[in-house]
């Protein structure tokens, strides 16, 4: 396990990439930034020219690939970094310098144990797409088929490991100061982090959430998952079947090729819907390169490592959020944050229920074009603070997820709008799922439930109380302190800490600053 020392090096030294592109002033002026992380700032940026704008994009994507997963994640979060960094994290390109085919060669070799020619009749040594975490080659199969293959970066998964550990001891540390950093639940942060790279760094994973997905939308027409190659596929390597069509990136090859650009809009929305609402389980990456528009016009997705998933009673919830806002229903949006628990109980419904009217009073009435699903997010994450809201971590992607797909839709079609689109869908939604007969059903079924699980929970009453009888019961012995915790435990006013770490990392870290400092200087 690294030493203090080494997580604050660490800090230091990403703390001077993002000085550099002017991403640490955010950190450093922040109202609510504890003191401790300012000096660390302070200790970071010396002697360094920070530019007046700053690129949070550009700093994140300087720092690595566990950086990159970190600024996409932060991302969904303007109210721990702000909405103005939270828009440019948003245009996080996930790509770095592609590894030499041989390294990948010896990758897929090595996961499966066999020559590459037994695998593969061809491979493209050059890749079509280069990320944080892995890279694509166009490939034919020994038998015929032409495939895309995804090849883990070799050391990835250490490399994301080490730095995951710093993250979590700095979200550990700053959220043991208090305040709003506690209320922002950092330590949350990085946790979901943690588990969406697991989910990345495991390729068999991603195929099979692909093979979900397909379940889930197989009655939604032009919309396709590529199929997944069992076969050719392992932990470190992902064979899927290869995609001809126009990157949705592309919109005057789009145009040029006779493609119906308000109908794709449309369709991506209610795709988007059908996975969130309906299913539960949703492709959280929805950005432009991550999206073709076949010949036949069907929209096809690609790269399924990160996923969304929502359960029932969490769609009910949304799903009459989403149309209480639609309809300016704010004491029912308002009553909803009270049921699930997202606002503190101690709170007035009332008083929120102004509060959502102050946030969505304003866009109604007013033209499509300035319809914005991701400006409502802005103005209730704005309102959080007031009415101690912490963060929920299963809205998190759904959030960054809702407002990528407005952002595609309207590049589509800038005069489609959003609420149009999405009020018959969630409409229908709750008719069908909350509706007198849908209540009734799931009453009867709940009911059934319990009365099945009655002997099951009498013998485990059975068994945690069994009749007295046979050896006493032991009374409660006291708690002793051991003499080899003695030396752990906090000495007067002073919590126990090993500042001998935390000198050496300073020592370093001036050591650090010092020799980048030199070498700015001399070139």
């Known amino acids: 396990m690294p030493s203090p020392a080494t997580h604050v090096f660490r800090l230091l030294k990403w703390g001077r990439i993002l000085a550099r592109h002017g991403a640490l002033r955010i950190i ?116 015929g088929r032409t495939v895309a293959v995804k090849v883990l970066r070799p050391g990835i998964r250490e490399k994301f490991a080490s730095d995951i550990g710093t993250y979590e001891w700095a979200a550990a540390h700053l959220e043991a100061l208090g305040g709003e950093a506690r209320r922002l639940r950092p330590r949350l942060v990085v946790a979901n982090l943690k588990r969406w790279t697991a989910r990345e760094l495991d390729l068999r994973r991603e195929a099979a959430s692909a093979s979900e997905l397909t379940e889930a939308m197989k009655g939604f027409e032009g919309y396709h998952i590529p199929a997944i190659d069992w076969d050719r596929t392992n932990g470190r390597v992902l064979t899927i079947e290869w995609v001809d069509g126009i990157k949705m990136s592309d919109l005057p090859a789009l145009a040029a090729s006779g493609h119906d650009m308000a109908d794709l809009a449309k369709r991506l929305v209610l795709a988007f819907l059908t996975q969130a609402i309906s299913a539960g389980f949703f492709h959280a990456d929805m950005h432009q390169g991550n999206l073709f528009v076949r010949p036949d016009g069907a929209v096809v997705a690609i790269d399924f490592g990160i996923m969304g998933r929502i359960d029932r009673r969490a769609r009910q919830w949304l799903a009459e959020i989403l149309y209480g806002l639609t309809t300016g229903n704010y004491r029912r949006v308002a009553e909803i944050h009270f049921e699930a628990q997202y606002v503190p109980s101690y709170h007035s419904v009332e008083e929120f229920a102004t509060a959502l009217r102050a946030v969505g009073e304003p866009m109604r009435g007013k033209p499509v074009s300035e319809l914005s699903v991701g400006q409502m997010l802005d103005g209730l994450f704005a309102i959080t603070r007031d009415f101690d809201m912490q963060v929920q971590p299963h809205l998190l992607l759904l959030q960054k997820t809702m407002v990528m797909v407005e952002g595609l839709a309207t590049a589509l079609n800038p005069n489609i709008n959003m609420w149009d689109v999405s009020a018959p869908f969630v409409r229908g939604w709750i008719r069908d799922e909350l509706g007198p007969e849908a209540a009734i059903a799931e009453r009867l079924k709940t009911d059934a439930e319990t009365l099945l699980r009655i002997p099951e929970l009498v013998r485990r009453i059975e068994e945690r109380f069994p009749p007295r009888g046979g050896a006493p019961e032991e009374p409660p012995l006291p708690d002793v302190e051991l003499v080899w915790e003695r030396r752990r435990q906090p000495r007067g006013n002073h919590v126990g800490r090993s500042w001998w770490g935390y000198l050496l990392a300073g020592v370093l870290g001036g050591l650090l600053t010092w020799t980048t400092l030199t070498f700015d200087l001399l070139h």
């Open 28 to 143: 450093e002026e922040g109202q609510n930034t504890p003191p401790q992380v300012k000096r660390l700032c302070r200790l970071a940026r010396l002697g360094t020219v920070q530019p007046r704008i700053p690129d949070y994009a550009g700093a994140f994507q300087d720092i690595g690939p566990a950086a990159i997963k970190l600024g996409q994640t932060l991302a969904t979060r303007p109210d721990l970094v702000g909405e103005e960094a939270a828009r440019n994290l948003l245009h996080l390109q996930d790509s770095l310098p592609p590894v030499p085919f041989a390294a990948v060669r010896a990758e897929i070799e090595a996961s499966f144990g066999a020559p590459l020619e037994t695998l593969f009749a061809s491979l493209d040594p050059e890749p079509v797409g280069a990320a944080s975490i892995a890279q694509v080659h166009k490939a034919v199969t020994t038998d």
